[in-house]
Antibody, heavy 121, light 107 residues
Framework: QVQLVESGGGVVQPGRSQRLACAAS????????MHWVRQAPGKGLEWVAV????????LYADSVKGRFTISRDNSKNTLYLQMTSLRVEDTAVYYC??????????????WGQGTLVTVSS | DIQMTQSPSSLSASVGDTVTITCRAS??????LAWYQQEPGKVPKLLIY???TLQSGVPSRFSGSGSGTDFTLTISSLQPEDVATYFC?????????FGGGTKVEIK
């Protein structure tokens, strides 16, 4: 079955960087677009970024554009989110997510358990 | 960017009641609308996509309707296990935008 396991969360100071990873298994990772979605404590869901199955296209929310970079290593079945110039307002649980199918990549059918990033001095 | 507005932000209903949640898009999105359920402390779960297609394994008491700008999620007979926050999401293009959520509680 589809499994997504995030790692890399923790406490980081404002202005610093952090890299998240999402290990995928149970499906052909190289065939699917992948997303990052975040949720600040007690708040709603915010889409962060998407990367095409072959990495050829990457799209970002305005709130992270220029600071976050999504990438993937299809040989390792792993998705990444490099976060730089972190702000207090980036504090959130970060989920990786996969679409429903090859032609429904924007319907988020599979979610990891999330990893908490806390930006604080 | 298209904004998604959900109402109400919270509601309390009795077991067996019919519950209706509304989601409005600031521009037309055809039927590119999904609903997610997030139980307390849990990961979001896909309930409905294409505005009205039930995801596999989701109980039939959940249903969705609408097209264009106005959408509805209905729970036909509220159960204790339905206590959760429900989010709509538009996915016709990027950015993928979520509604603010509707918290459902049992009276």
């Amino acid at each position: 079955q589809v499994q997504l396991v995030e790692s890399g969360g923790g406490v980081v100071q404002p202005g610093r960087s952090q890299r998240l990873a999402c290990a995928a298994s149970g499906f052909t990772f190289s065939g699917h677009a992948m997303h990052w979605v975040r949720q600040a404590p007690g708040k709603g869901l915010e889409w962060v970024a998407v990367i095409w199955s072959d990495g050829s296209n990457k799209l970002y929310a305005d709130s992270v554009k220029g600071r976050f970079t999504i990438s993937r290593d299809n040989s390792k079945n792993t998705l990444y989110l490099q976060m730089t110039s972190l702000r207090v307002e980036d504090t959130a649980v970060y989920y990786c997510a996969r679409g429903l199918g090859y032609n429904n990549g924007y319907i988020l059918a599979y979610w990891g358990q999330g990893t908490l990033v806390t930006v604080s001095s | 960017d298209i904004q998604m507005t959900q109402s109400p932000s919270s509601l309390s209903a009795s077991v067996g009641d019919t519950v209706t949640i509304t989601c409005r898009a600031s521009q037309g999105i055809d039927d590119y609308l999904a609903w997610y359920q997030q139980e307390p402390g849990k990961v979001p779960k896909l309930l409905i996509y294409g505005a009205s297609t039930l995801q596999s394994g989701v109980p039939s008491r959940f249903s969705g309707s609408g097209s264009g700008t106005d959408f509805t999620l209905t729970i036909s007979s509220l159960q204790p296990e339905d206590v959760a926050t429900y989010f709509c999401q538009k996915y016709n293009n990027d950015p993928l935008t979520f509604g603010g959520g509707t918290k459902v509680e049992i009276k």
